[in-house]
């Protein structure tokens, strides 16, 4: 069974750039704050990190910008796990601002133990089984839309 995790939010005042919409930067934010609500629905949140020492790091995102959004405008992150295992999850997330598709990202997610230095360490059993049933199976996620690529342009010629 899988799982969407929701967060809401409205574009401030202070998200606005010289183009009069919200400054790239923002949509990450927005989307951090979504890993956060996602992390305390899987059990890896604030009372996890006291606790445990550990906690996950973002390794690696990828966003496709779709339309702009204006100061005052309510986006909805939908956020999906569609790949997991026992150190990492993978995210796909999508930016939704009146029912239209603005923004999507991929994030590549890392379970951490901070002491006595920082490094990689495997999750609990019982957060791996929240994340395999919050998991899409790979049918569905192959059919999320602007999935990540690779980037690059094409050879002169």
């Known amino acids: ?31 951090s704050l979504a890993a956060d609500e996602v992390q305390e629905a899987l059990g890896v949140g604030a009372r996890y990190r006291k606790a445990t020492g550990c906690t996950i790091y973002l390794v ?39 029912g239209e598709l603005v923004c999507v990202g991929e994030y590549m997610e890392l379970h951490v133990n901070q002491h006595p230095k920082p490094h990689a360490t495997a999750m609990p059993d019982e957060v791996c089984e929240r994340l395999n049933r919050a998991c899409l199976s790979a049918e569905a996620a192959a059919a999320l839309p602007h999935r990540a690529r690779a980037m690059g342009l094409p050879a002169a010629g």
Not at 90 to 98: D, V, W
């Open 60 to 98: 690696e995102d990828h966003k496709v910008f779709l339309r702009e959004v204006k100061e005052g405008a309510e986006v909805i992150v939908e956020a999906r796990v569609i790949g997991a295992d026992a150190k990492r999850f993978h995210l796909h997330k999508q930016m939704f601002e009146g």
């Open 1 to 31: 069974m899988s799982e969407v995790f929701t967060y809401r939010t409205n574009v401030r005042p202070e998200w606005i750039d010289y183009n009069g919409h919200m400054q790239d930067c923002y949509y990450g934010l927005i989307f």
